[in-house]
């Protein structure tokens, strides 16, 4: 019965966005009838030709299915998470207590067929729930009685991947069974024949994977069978059993029985050899791959008859028990044989000698006077004759019907292969708090000033790890216990790194290993190391890119060639629980695709600990020494320069370093120390101005100070900016009238 909680999701990407409902999840109780059971072995399960669930059932059993991204997630259309009982329908089978519950009244057990029991998550967004796929196997259980040779019941094929049914254990069961089958003694069956021919087909590994189904009538499916082997099923005139014997080219053409008009042949009345244009010089056999289900087919040819007649006769067989291309090829030849135009057909009359010569058996004639000195010959049709008339009329072909033990012609590959959809770990990833500016586009004004100063917001970055990824699931937990729980899912960032070593004033770099790099738009935002830049032009194809340096709460920096650049902007995974400052978040981000999400296990581990950035004050931009930008020395009297920085007024806006005075935001201050070598020298706080000069007097109270590290940041109510200026001049020459002043050289 189905059932549809609704689902809501917050409208924001973060903070306390309000949440509405958007869809629904439907939950169904779904019983379903597999085939006559009990069968040897379920090992997978599919929805909608996606696989929910793979492993291996061999018997009555509860498996838990969790795969809530088979059909994209909340997103789509859901997936499945449920209970599943497996009941495979053996004769002892109790009732099922929650399928009672659910179905009502008296409830049988349903023993005799194999069936599925399913309670769970059906499907979201849409209510109609999609088709169930099982693939299973059955060769030993099931029958009536033990199994008949169960040692050569099980054929291993396409290595090991398929394990299919001997088909003499086919045709035994069809004869024995007397639930479905005809349901004789196996007494009356020929044992050591059938056991003559499983060794055979086990021995050329030759299975098959093929049902039943009640539609079709037994002898029809019996005849199928025997045609797929190429085989004879008959009751022997001798003991009256029933004799299942292969048409092989297995024997010794010396200890073949000889018929010639001295020895039991009393007349050839039929001598037709088939016209050579009348051949079919091709063959195609149709078969199914077992594991999908899937159609295939392989095609054979006479390339010297096709030459000769200067066209293509072409037949089509359908094989659709054969589970590999490479028997499938095997027997196309042998049809193609037995297909060829030029087989000799004979009608035959034998006297009593012939009475041993049964359908398949093969035997050889002589008639100088037609030419033919000794031919094999393969009995089709046998007419015992009567008593007034007790010749032995036997219809033949000349013997090509044995199956080849391999193919001359080898299976050629399609030049297409189905997409690997399976979700990949993530390799390239990494955990940032978000900057008040993403909070400042994703919120109203009214919630935005409603976070709390204490608050920090999670953000996720990660590389696409192959082409058909189509993001990821963020899953995070505070601390280092418990269980981790979903955020939301996110989008993969468009990645590149840079070619070469970037200081600080560099804006024009170029990009090499770029991914999704022709996703980038002009004006957003990306993260190289710790610095926030801006994109201000970017050619995809060159890899060339002009970037704005030291945005947001950032100040340039210099960077490693080789330095991963994160086009982040609109391409992240986000958190939206509020957390506090100091606490420590682990998050896992697991791989999503159309078919699967990546195990947690699978997934790697990454940890933050949050430092409340979205409530920071941003740190001045701008900076100049001396009306330099990052000198390396300078002369004369020292000056500082910057322009001012407003959080709140730049709000959602990505302003650069070399941006003029914006705010500053109230309650504001600039910090500037001063460092020789590791030696703090002056501390200058509260600065509000946006110009600061090394006095003469206070050179005089530091001494000379030959390399000068300048540190510079902002400050409110106690905290400071994220980030600092970081500037180290390696010579500080004053001059001689400093020198004359402080009473003394300079140098």
């Not at 093929?210 to 022997?236: A, E, P, V």
């Not at 970081?726 to 003394?744: N, Q, S």
């Amino acid at each position: 019965m189905p059932r549809k909680p609704s689902f809501s999701r917050t409208i924001y990407r973060m903070g306390k966005g309000k949440k509405t409902t958007v869809g629904y999840r439907y939950y169904f109780g779904l019983h379903m009838g597999m085939c006559r059971g009990p069968v040897d072995e379920i090992v997978e399960i599919k929805v909608a030709d996606r696989t929910a669930w793979r492993g291996s059932i061999t018997g009555n059993t509860r498996i838990f299915m969790n795969e809530p991204y088979l059909f994209g997630g909340d997103e789509k259309e859901g997936g499945i998470v449920g209970d599943l009982e497996v009941m495979m329908g053996a004769s002892d089978q109790a009732v099922n207590p929650e399928l009672a519950t659910m179905l009502g009244g008296l409830v049988p057990a349903f023993r005799g067929f194999c069936s599925l029991f399913y309670d769970g998550l059906v499907t979201s967004m849409t209510q109609y729930p999609k088709p169930w796929t099982v693939r299973l196997r059955r060769a030993l259980k099931g029958w009536d009685g033990e199994p008949w040779y169960p040692s050569r019941a099980v054929i291993s094929m396409s290595k090991g991947t398929i394990r299919a049914m001997n088909p003499a254990h086919i045709l035994y069961e069809c004869m024995t069974n007397r639930d479905w089958a005809r349901g004789l003694e196996r007494a009356r069956l020929d044992d050591a024949s059938f056991k003559t021919a499983a060794d055979c087909l086990y021995k050329e590994g030759f299975g098959l994977c093929i049902k039943w189904t009640r539609q079709d009538t037994l002898s029809n499916f019996t005849q199928i069978i025997i045609n797929h082997i190429g085989g004879n099923l008959y009751t022997d005139r001798t003991t009256g059993l029933i004799k299942l014997t292969l048409i092989r080219d297995d024997y010794d053409p010396l200890t073949l029985p000889l018929f010639d008009y001295d020895s039991g042949l009393l007349s050839i009345d039929d001598d037709d050899s088939g016209a050579q244009t009348a051949g079919t010089n091709e063959v195609i056999v149709k078969f199914t791959h077992p594991v999908d289900n899937s159609a295939g087919q392989v095609r054979v040819k006479n390339n010297a008859a096709i030459q000769s007649v200067g066209g293509t006769a072409s037949a089509t067989k359908e094989y659709p028990g054969i589970p590999t291309a490479e028997l499938a090829l095997r027997v196309a030849q042998r049809d193609l044989r037995a297909a060829s135009g030029f087989i000799k057909k004979f009608r035959v009359r034998l006297d009593r000698r012939g009475y041993q010569i049964a359908p398949g058996s093969v035997f050889r004639i002589r008639d100088v006077a037609r030419g033919l000195e000794n031919i094999i010959l393969r009995a089709g049709r046998v007419e015992d004759g009567t008593l007034t008339d007790p010749a032995i009329t036997i219809t033949a072909v000349q013997d090509v019907f044995g199956l080849p033990a391999t193919s001359y012609v080898d299976v050629q590959p399609s030049g297409w292969s189905a997409p690997d959809t399976s979700a990949k770990a993530i390799v390239t990833r990494r955990l940032i708090e978000m900057p008040y500016r993403e909070l400042a586009a994703a919120l109203d004004p009214a919630n935005l000033a409603s976070i709390d100063a204490s608050a920090g917001y999670l953000a996720a970055f990660a590389q696409r790890p192959s082409s058909l990824s189509l993001g990821f699931l963020l899953r995070d937990r505070i601390g280092r216990s418990g269980k981790f729980i979903d955020r939301g899912n996110g989008d993969f960032c468009p990645v590149a790194k840079v070619v070469t070593v970037l200081d600080r004033s560099i804006t024009s770099i170029s990009l090499t290993g770029a991914v999704d790099l022709n996703r980038v738009e002009v004006g957003t935002a990306a993260m190289i190391d710790d610095e926030i830049v801006r994109i201000d032009a970017i050619d995809p194809r060159t890899g060339m890119a002009t970037i704005a340096r030291g945005c947001l709460d950032t100040v340039p920096a210099t960077h490693a060639a080789g330095a991963l650049i994160w086009f982040y902007d609109n391409a992240a995974g986000t958190d939206q629980t509020e957390y506090a400052t100091g606490m420590t978040i682990q998050a896992r981000l697991l791989t999503r695709t159309s078919s699967a999400v990546l195990q947690e296990a699978l997934a790697g581990t990454d940890s933050l600990t949050l430092v409340q950035r979205q409530y920071r004050p941003y740190p001045p931009g701008n900076l100049l020494v001396n009306g330099l930008r990052f000198p390396s020395s300078v002369a004369g009297v020292l000056t500082v320069s910057f322009s001012f920085r407003d959080r709140l007024l730049q709000a959602d806006q990505i302003i650069d370093t070399l941006q003029g005075n914006i705010g500053p935001e109230t309650g504001t201050t600039y910090i500037l120390k001063l460092y020789s070598g590791t030696r703090l020298r002056r501390t200058v706080t509260g600065l509000m101005t946006t110009r600061w000069t090394y006095q003469l007097a206070d050179v005089a109270v530091d001494g000379y100070l030959q390399n000068i590290r300048l540190v510079l940041s902002a400050s409110r109510d106690g905290i400071a900016s994220l980030q600092q200026h970081d500037v180290t001049i390696e010579r500080h020459g004053l001059g001689l009238d400093l020198g004359d002043l402080l009473g003394g050289s300079t140098r």
